[in-house]
């Protein structure tokens, strides 16, 4: 279970498998089930596979955004997304 959010976030491979199954609920590091009913928060935690830094995370964010997408707005959002899903121990 990560501690702090590194270089390259990871996120657990369970819960990115059980989302790749289409599940809204997921497994963190504590055996705990997490509820994520946000289609982005989803889409992220998909993403987390330990291969793309903040940058490449962002763009790829800005993608599935809906509407005009704001460069400072997409990584303040990232950020904190990135702090909740630590908080909620799903980071490896």
């Known amino acids: 279970m990560a501690t702090v959010i590194g270089d390259r976030p990871a996120a657990s491979p369970l819960a990115r498998l059980q989302l790749s199954l289409g599940l809204t609920m997921v497994t963190?590091?504590?055996?705990?089930?997490?509820d994520l009913p946000d289609e982005s928060g989803r889409a992220l935690i998909?993403?987390?596979d330990g291969t793309r830094d903040r940058e490449a995370l962002a763009a790829a964010m800005e993608r599935v955004a809906p509407g005009p997408a704001d460069p400072a707005a997409i990584?303040?959002?990232l950020d904190a997304?990135?702090?909740?899903?630590?908080?909620?121990c799903l980071l490896v």
């Open 28 to 34: 963190n590091q504590r055996h705990q089930s997490i």
């Open 81 to 88: 997304s990135l702090r909740e899903m630590l908080r909620l």
């Open 46 to 48: 998909s993403l987390l």
């Open 75 to 77: 990584e303040k959002a």
